[in-house]
């Protein structure tokens, strides 16, 4: 599986955008870029995913680079609800499974 | 509507003690994963299943623990004779055949071994 790299921690305060990124240099072409996030004493949540294109839902944002080795989630306006673990994961084309890693504590300061 | 419910919540069990965590998928969610969080970890995988049958389960750590789905809905998890290392939060997930992306996951067992 190939390897994503996250900051540990970022601070951000409330109503202000976040921008929280993900180097993934050896991405394959099958390769999607999902995010979660994991809320205290939570079970990790579906936030956005994508191929190639940026993305826009709901939640969030996701830009991802021309060359696809790094992606970036953006959190337009911050609330305390959205202090998380938030994880950048990449799945294969049909793999079923998704590889955690550690995960970007993000903190939201009032 | 309803999402994925794990019970218990909260399990402690002697070194030696056989346990079992249920997992209840959203009503129509083809597949189900166990995942198991260790702390201060992100979730790690453990087994997949596609209705009933067990289609992955290369990340059960030992042959002490055992997953089923008998029915293609409800999913229990088993670890036998569980040890310390076994203390984390198991957590179960499911989601409609190909919308693997989205998982939704339950709450989680948290099981401490004593």
């Known amino acids: 599986d190939a390897k994503t790299t996250q900051p540990n921690s970022m601070e951000s305060n409330e109503e202000e955008p976040v921008h929280l990124p993900c180097n993934h240099s050896?991405?394959?072409?099958?390769?999607?870029i999902h995010w979660y996030r994991q809320l205290p004493s939570q079970g990790p949540e579906y936030v956005i995913h994508g191929l190639t294109s940026n993305v826009n839902n709901r939640m969030a944002s996701l830009a991802i680079a021309e060359d696809r080795k790094s992606s970036t989630l953006i959190l337009h306006r911050a609330t305390l609800r959205d202090a998380a673990v938030y994880y950048c994961i990449l799945r294969r084309q049909g793999a079923q499974k998704l590889v955690f890693g550690q995960g970007t504590r993000l903190t939201i300061n009032p | 509507g309803a999402g994925v419910s794990q019970s218990p919540r909260y399990k402690v069990a002697k070194r030696g003690q056989d346990v079992a965590l249920r997992c209840d998928p959203i009503?129509?969610?083809?597949?189900l994963f166990w995942y198991q969080q260790a702390l201060g970890q992100g979730p790690e995988f453990l087994t997949y299943f596609q209705n009933e049958a067990q289609l992955d389960k290369s990340g059960l750590p030992s042959d002490r623990f055992f997953a089923e789905r008998p029915e293609g809905s409800v999913s229990t998890l088993k670890i036998q004779r569980t040890q310390q290392e076994d203390s984390a939060v198991y957590l179960c997930?499911?989601?409609?055949?190909?919308?693997?992306?989205?998982?939704?996951f339950g709450p989680g067992t948290r099981l401490t071994v004593t």
């Open positions: 050896t991405i394959s072409g099958t390769d999607y």
């Open positions: 009503s129509g969610h083809v597949s």
């Open positions: 997930a499911s989601s409609f055949y190909g919308r693997l992306y989205e998982q939704y």
